[in-house]
């Protein structure tokens, strides 16, 4: 099956510091890519859509300043975290899908961003 | 904007009963998905259900889509401890590409 590998798996910081989160489809082209925020026994919540070459679609509520998503080529996407923050601490997951509408999402393995 | 209500929120069942949990929209779907998520783990793609009154069977886990597109179900018969996990919902309206995912069941198998 379809393969989206994300990486760091871990990360823990200092406050302020700016953390990168690497997406990959490993054996597809991932036209759109999808980022996610879970908190601990919640639902996955959208951040933001995005395609490649063009700018990300943020949900309401998402500072798009503050989360940087980009997404250049179709087997890459980043999010870059800016100034984090003890409340930004979250486990993020992205998530890579095809040409179709209807096809099923692949999940990358997320990264749990502890934030000190 | 789209809401997508999932029950139960947990659900602690000894192992070889049955489970179910159950997925309601507030909008029409064009599709619905279900995924697993393991503790400590992603979401991995179970399903997906297209068709109005469409029931799909994987092994002990069936899935059904309801007739107005709106609802639908996942049962698991006789469980067991590798079905532990949170098992979540999350539908394709419109046009959109983007799911809207459920708010999730918690399942627990007690040997």
């Known amino acids: 099956g379809a393969v989206v590998s994300q990486h760091p798996s871990w990360v823990i910081c200092k406050s302020g510091t700016s953390v990168k989160i690497e997406c990959r489809s490993l054996d597809f082209q991932a036209t759109t890519m999808f980022w996610y925020r879970q908190f601990p026994k919640q639902s996955l919540m959208l951040m933001a859509t995005s395609n490649e070459g063009s700018k990300a679609t943020y949900e309401q509520g998402v500072e798009k300043d503050k989360f940087l998503i980009n997404h250049a080529s179709l087997t890459l996407s980043t999010l870059t975290v800016t100034s984090a923050h003890p409340e930004d601490s979250s486990f993020y997951i992205c998530?890579?899908?095809?040409?179709?509408?209807?096809?099923?999402?692949?999940f990358g393995d997320g990264t749990r961003l502890s934030i000190l | 904007g789209q809401q997508v209500m999932q029950i139960p929120q947990y659900q602690h069942v000894q192992e070889g009963e049955d489970f179910t949990t159950y997925c309601n929209s507030s909008?029409?779907?064009?599709?619905i998905q279900w995924y697993k998520q393991r503790p400590g783990g992603h979401p991995v793609f179970l399903i997906q259900l297209v068709k109005s009154g469409e029931v799909k069977k994987q092994k002990r886990l069936t899935f059904q889509f309801g007739e107005a597109k709106k609802n639908s179900s996942l049962h698991i018969t006789a469980t067991q401890t590798t079905d532990v996990g949170t098992y979540f919902c999350a539908g394709l309206s419109g046009s959109a590409r983007q799911l809207t995912f459920g708010s999730g069941t918690q399942l627990t198998v007690l040997p």
């Open positions: 909008t029409t779907l064009s599709n």
């Open positions: 998530s890579g899908s095809g040409t179709e509408r209807s096809q099923p999402q692949h």
